[in-house]
Structure formats: structure tokens, C-alpha cells
């Protein structure tokens, strides 16, 4: 797929280039845009270690394992297909709070764990159950709070207050995951209902 | 909203200062986990290296040679009637399948229109409020082993259309 999109991008640009006789630009921009990509990742390297550098600390002061029991009320209102006791409870609530603090990299390995779990109480049926469909609604509403990478970009490209749009973001990150349980909730009424 | 502006001056100085003050008061070694942290931060950056080089590369041909903007302008019609600026239209179809991708598309609207322009803005906020859907999707569900995904997709993308919607308003308001 990302192999027939980037060849796509890259022939496309060159023949429309062709044509409009913009080879000379793109000749320049083809370097000049490999360069600045090292230069970006050199000011990622910066804000990103900084950011997880504070999250290792969050960790060691138990704030991940203290918000995953806050989250436990919410979950049996997400998920209440899901046993109480059940492991895959804590999975989901450790995914959603790596996600909301941003670290993608603690998020993934462990919703995929949840995914597994779910995919056991589904007796691995190859029909998503609701609470499946549930928490990658959830997921893809991007529950991300801060978002870092955005920020480093925005200082990098010469903005005068990069995380001035931290509020806004907030705020637009928060209704539109409502809207997603909003929609997972209705969804999982109307699915229930028989359907003659 | 000029209020939460000024209030995102002051969320990440405090989130510095609660873990930093919780992490002293409860005898950690803050600046040993800090270290571990920021040397996990340092490999993350490395490996999405080579994928944004080879994307911004490419992001670079399709904007130097015109297409972009060919792009935009053939939208342009359908986006003016949602006062929605078209040069943001193809960073929203992109972010859904490749978030990288997205980035250098992002990169590149910074560099046209700079980063604190109305379009620099909007697309900041839009970037930070939606995800990968195709790509999420594909990853757990095929961990799962699930085939039929259901209403998934309808809702994902009822989410990601909520944000830019809610993304627009609010900067109209500011």
C-alpha cells in the first residue's frame, strides 16, 4: 500500500513536472527536502526525549498505574460486555491513559494485548464484538492531550508561541472522542435490537 | 478563547512541575528515570527517521511540480462553501492512512503559509485530534483475527469528521 502511494507521489510529481517544465525545482527541492527532514528530526530529537524523559518519571511516581484504577468506573460504562475481574480491563485502561499522555509507544504493544483478550471473550469469531468496535472508536477519536510532536514541529518552522494551540486541541481531542462514545454507545443499542 | 490560549501557556510548565515536585517528595531518582526516558525518546525519533526523509522527499516533488497545488485549486469550489481552506483538504485524506505522510504534508503547509497563519493553525489542531484510521484498524484487527469490523469504520470516521468539524468552529471563534 505505502509502496504504491510514495512511487505514486514521487512519479506523478516528476511527470506533471515534465510537462510544466518544473524539472529544475524539483531537482533543488528533491535535496533540499532530505536535508530537512535531518534537520527536523534533530529538533524532534529535543522536545521528544525531553517528553518521554518526564513520562519515565510520571511512571515512576505511579501517576500511569493511579490514573488506570480512575479509569476503571468508565470502562464498565465503555465495556459492559466485559467480566469485572477480567485482565483485559487493566489493558485497556493502561492503552487509553498511554494514549492520552501522548506515549504511542506504550500504547500500542499493550492494546494489542487488549485486542488478544477481546478477541478470546469474542470465542474468536471473526465478527468484531461491540466492545472491539467500542475501543477502536475510542482509539482512532485520538485521546492524545498533548500533542508533542505538533508542537516541535511548530517551533522548528519559526512559530512565534508553538503550544498556543494546546487549548484548542484539548478541547476539539475531547469532543470528538465524545462523539465516538456517543456513537459506540448507539451503535451497540441498535446492534442488539433482533434485526426481524 | 483568548482565555484558552493564555491557559496553554501554562499546562506544560505545571505537568513539569507536579511530576517533578510529586517525583522529589516520593524519593525518587527523577533525573536517572528522566535520562532512561529521554534515551527510549532519542531511539523513537531515530527509527521514524528514514521513513519521514523518504516522505518529505516525496511530499517535496509533488509541491514543486505544481500538483498541490492543482489539488487544492480543483477543490477549492467544493471547500469555499464550508469556508474550509482546500490546502488542508488532502492533509485530513492523508492522516487517515499514514500519519508520517501527514507530517511532511504538515511540514509543508508551515513552510508555505508559516505555522501561525489561519491555515498553519487549523492544521495543527486537526493533526492532534485525529489518527491513522485504515492503519489502526488493519493492525488489531488483524491481531484479532477479525475479518467483519462492523459498525468500526463508520464510527471512526463519524469522530475524525466531529474534529475537523469542531476544529473549524473554534478557530472561527479566536
Known amino acids: ?196 | 478563547m483568548k482565555f484558552v490560549v493564555y491557559l496553554s501557556d501554562y499546562i506544560i510548565p505545571l505537568l513539569f512541575f507536579y511530576i517533578i515536585g510529586m517525583g522529589i517528595l516520593m524519593k525518587r531518582p527523577v533525573y536517572d528515570d528522566f535520562i532512561k526516558g529521554a534515551k527510549e525518546g532519542f531511539q523513537v525519533v531515530l527509527g521514524i527517521m528514514p521513513t519521514l526523509i523518504g516522505l518529505m522527499v516525496a511530499i517535496g516533488i509533488l509541491r514543486a511540480s505544481g500538483v498541490l497545488l492543482l489539488i487544492s485549486n480543483a477543490l477549492d469550489g467544493v471547500t469555499s462553501v464550508f469556508h474550509f481552506p482546500s490546502e488542508i483538504v488532502p492533509l485530513v485524506i492523508i492522516k487517515m492512512f499514514s500519519s508520517s505522510a501527514a507530517t511532511s504534508l504538515l511540514l509543508d503547509l508551515f513552510k508555505e503559509f508559516g505555522p501561525d497563519s489561519y491555515i498553519g493553525r487549523l492544521s495543527s489542531i486537526i493533526m492532534s485530534c485525529t489518527e491513522t484510521i485504515f492503519y489502526t484498524m488493519a493492525v488489531y484487527y488483524m491481531t484479532a483475527g477479525v475479518k467483519k469490523t462492523r459498525y468500526t469504520l463508520a464510527g471512526a470516521l463519524v469522530a475524525t469528521l466531529a474534529g475537523v468539524i469542531i476544529s473549524t468552529l473554534f478557530m472561527g471563534l479566536m
Open chain 1, 1 to 196: 500500500m505505502i509502496n504504491y502511494l510514495w512511487a505514486f507521489m514521487i512519479i506523478i510529481g516528476i511527470v506533471y513536472g515534465a510537462f510544466t517544465g518544473k524539472m529544475s525545482a524539483i531537482s533543488t527541492t528533491t535535496i533540499s527536502s532530505a536535508k530537512e527532514a535531518v534537520t527536523l528530526c534533530i529538533a524532534m530529537l529535543g522536545v521528544m526525549s525531553l517528553w518521554m524523559g518526564l513520562m519515565e518519571v510520571a511512571r515512576g511516581i505511579g501517576l500511569m498505574d493511579q490514573l488506570t484504577r480512575r479509569l476503571r468506573p468508565l470502562l464498565k460504562v465503555l465495556f459492559p460486555d466485559i467480566p469485572k475481574d477480567h485482565i483485559v480491563n487493566e489493558y485497556i485502561a493502561s492503552n487509553m491513559i498511554a494514549n492520552i499522555l501522548g506515549l504511542g509507544w506504550a500504547a500500542t504493544p499493550v492494546g494489542l494485548k487488549a485486542m488478544k483478550e477481546l478477541a478470546t471473550l469474542n470465542k474468536n469469531s471473526k465478527l468484531a464484538s461491540c466492545d472491539m468496535c467500542t475501543f477502536l472508536i475510542i482509539n482512532i477519536s485520538s485521546l492524545q492531550l498533548i500533542p508533542v510532536n505538533i508542537i516541535a514541529y511548530r517551533s522548528q518552522y519559526g512559530s512565534m508561541n508553538p503550544s498556543d494551540i494546546l487549548g484548542v486541541s484539548i478541547l476539539v481531542t475531547f469532543c470528538s472522542t465524545l462523539v465516538g462514545v456517543a456513537f459506540s454507545i448507539i451503535a451497540r443499542k441498535l446492534s442488539k435490537k433482533p434485526k426481524y
